[in-house]
């Protein structure tokens, strides 16, 4: 166990590195030969191995692994020992793997800066708000005490709430837009590496048919490289800043503690 979470560590920290320098190799050399007119499901049915389906509803392709995936809860772990190899077992449960590709009409490119420039208002208010209430900050929540801090927070609260923030789309291509989102959990860490691998793979292959939006931004690290290059990883961990947004919400804005 204790290997396993020295492996995973180090590979967390060298996927942006690898990502940057690896391609999936089944989509893009599919996306060279494809026929235009070859529809999303078709593409995504096309480099599914066994023990993968994808479905179609109205404007959603949802692709599922037949069997579960094995997670646990990594959040404040202590340091490598028993205890740790106890708190990993006694969080781990299994559940459904899905990727969800929901295909509209293509957003237009004002239109999506519009969108962003909205989000990124919202998001520079939060933070200020946030910066104010560092002092009874807790684990990605908070924990205010004085009727001082009370008020605060509930005007964060508030803001998260009505300030206006969107999903935006994570691909496109010549008509379509394409938002990407799984079922895995933010703070949720595979617990087989093999499972992890699996769907990392299938999730970048799907990457790999469309332009990412913001592709051309770049990114710290490794020098020259671009978001593009990163895009699947960050929605593999499911911490896009929309994810992120989204978890804020559903640890502030649930029922309130008493006091």
């Known amino acids: 166990m204790f ?3 020295l492996i995973r560590a180090t590979f967390f920290c060298a996927a942006v590195i690898l ?18 007119s070859l529809s999303w499901r078709d593409r995504v ?13 109205e404007g959603s392709i949802v692709i599922t692994r037949k069997e579960p995936v094995t997670y646990y809860n990594p959040i404040a772990l202590p340091a490598p020992g028993k205890q740790r ?20 009409e293509k957003l237009a490119d004002a239109k999506y800066q ?35 801090e009370k ?4 005007e964060y609260r508030n803001a998260l709430l009505n300030l206006p923030f969107h ?36 999730l970048e292959n799907i990457y790999s048919f469309a332009d990412v939006y913001e592709g051309k931004r770049s990114i710290a690290w490794p020098p020259g490289a671009e978001f593009a290059r990163v895009a699947a ?20 804005l649930k029922a309130p503690r008493k006091d």
């Not at 990502?19 to 235009?36: F, H, I, M, T, Y």
């Not at 190899?85 to 509209?104: F, G, N």
């Not at 496109?172 to 691998?197: C, G, M, N």
């Open 3 to 5: 290997q396993l979470q």
């Open 19 to 36: 990502l940057a320098g690896c391609a999936a190799p089944v989509a893009q050399d599919r996306k060279k030969n494809e026929s235009p």
């Open 45 to 57: 049915a096309g480099i599914l191995q066994p023990g993968w389906e994808v479905t179609q509803t």
């Open 85 to 104: 190899a106890e708190l990993i077992e006694r969080s781990r449960h299994q559940e459904k793997y899905q990727i969800t590709l929901d295909i509209v």
């Open 114 to 148: 519009e969108l962003k420039a909205v989000n990124l208002k919202t998001e520079k208010e939060l933070e200020a708000k946030e910066e104010q209430m560092r002092s009874f900050a807790g684990k990605g929540d908070f924990m205010p005490d004085t009727p001082k």
């Open 151 to 154: 008020a605060l927070y509930q």
């Open 167 to 202: 999903r935006l789309p994570d691909m496109y291509d010549e008509q379509h837009s394409i938002y990407v989102k799984t079922t895995r959990h933010p703070w949720s860490a595979f617990y087989f590496a093999r499972e992890e691998l699996e769907c990392r793979a299938v």
């Open 233 to 252: 990883f960050e929605a593999f961990e499911s911490r896009r800043v929309f994810d992120r947004y989204l978890h804020k919400k559903v640890l502030n």
